[in-house]
């Protein structure tokens, strides 16, 4: 069974940084594409950005939003995803999923979420 | 790229909810459907327009035509209550999720 377990979440204030993690189980991680997709309170899905499986380039990709603030990494001797989030801004604030990736294009699997609060 | 779905649909018990994701040219995109129940993660229920996942009900089904994108439950149960979010993959936006559709069952 595949199991997608986030942590790190926590209150952090604007300017400041927080890692999350995701652990993996029930699936080989490393032939894996992971993403995150994140929703504010009382708001839609946002999708985050993805990485690629390490024999498909290991390469990034990142929503507008997040670019150049947010690294998605992966440790495949320990089945984790991380999301580093650096420069946090009170827009931020939400309940962050890791999901695996299937297809390219779709999460077909998700954890239970982890919240980030953001705010002074 | 902008998916749009109605904030709201509501449906009586035993009848049939259809939940629309508009989009230019989306019949041209494959689009994946997931439901969130309250205070839980979303769960896939339809990818590539219309397959299911193993464990969803047959009475979850999906087309893709034109410029809409549809999801019809079909013999609507009190569990079926949840939001429900369109998405696809878009070269230039990469993947997109529409704004979601809460399903009231009345």
Redesign the interface.
């Known amino acids: 069974e595949v199991q997608l377990v986030e942590s790190g979440g926590g209150l952090v204030k604007p300017g400041g940084s927080l890692r999350l993690s995701c652990a993996a189980t029930g699936f080989t991680f490393s032939n894996a594409w992971m993403s995150w997709v994140r929703q504010a309170p009382g708001k839609g899905l946002e999708w985050v950005g993805r990485i690629k499986s390490k024999t498909d380039g290991g390469t990034t990709d990142y929503a507008a939003p997040v670019k150049g603030r947010f690294t998605i990494s992966r440790d495949d001797s320990k089945n984790t995803l991380y999301l580093q989030m650096n420069s946090l801004k009170t827009e931020d604030t939400a309940v962050y999923y890791c999901t695996t990736v299937q297809g390219y294009t779709y999460a077909s699997q998700w954890g239970q979420g982890t919240m980030v609060t953001v705010s002074s | 790229y902008v998916l749009t779905q109605p904030p709201s649909v509501s449906v009586a018990p035993g009848k049939t909810a259809r939940i629309t994701c508009g989009g230019n040219n989306i019949g041209s995109k494959?689009v994946?459907w997931?439901q969130?129940k309250p205070g839980?993660?979303?769960?896939?229920v339809i990818?590539?327009d219309s397959d299911r996942?193993s464990g969803i009900p047959e009475r979850f089904s999906g087309s893709n035509s034109g410029d809409t994108a549809t999801l019809t439950i079909s013999r609507v149960e009190a569990g079926d209550e949840a939001d429900y979010?369109c998405?696809?993959?878009d070269s230039s936006s990469?993947?997109?999720?529409?704004?979601?559709t809460k399903l009231t069952v009345l």
Do not use: M
Not at chain 2, 40 to 44: C, D, S, Y
Not at chain 2, 94 to 100: C, P
């Open positions: 494959s994946h997931y969130q839980q993660a979303p769960v896939l990818y590539y996942p979010y998405q696809v993959w990469d993947v997109v999720f529409g704004g979601g």
